[in-house]
């Protein structure tokens, strides 16, 4: 069991890295937010909401959608909307 949640734990670690670099395209490239909002709604899906991904979501993330010119199309609005539906309700149990 405890291994399982060391590779766990490493998986999730490996996973907000992923995340940072995906994140840190926003400055030299268009259109790479929504592959952010895609490589994080998988990660919380298989992990769950933690502190990291929430972080990450606020501040390197969501400010940043509009830059993206897809974020108006609406397969994209669906994917937003259901980070933003996280989001919140993870603020609702922490609150």
């Not at 734990?9 to 992923?18: F, I, S, T, Y």
């Not at 592959?35 to 501040?59: K, M, N, P, Y």
Request: glycine share 8%.
């Amino acid at each position: 069991m405890r291994r399982a949640r060391l590779e766990a734990n490493n998986d999730l670690a490996a996973g907000v890295h992923r995340l940072a670099r995906s994140g840190d395209c926003r400055r030299t490239r268009c259109g790479c937010q929504g592959d952010a909002v895609q490589s994080l709604l998988v990660t919380t899906d298989r992990f769950g909401w933690h502190d990291e991904l929430v972080q990450f979501a606020r501040q390197m993330v969501l400010p940043f959608l509009p830059d993206d010119p897809r974020h108006v199309l609406p397969h994209w609005r669906c994917e937003i909307d259901r980070l933003r539906d996280g989001l919140a309700q993870q603020a609702s149990r922490r609150g």
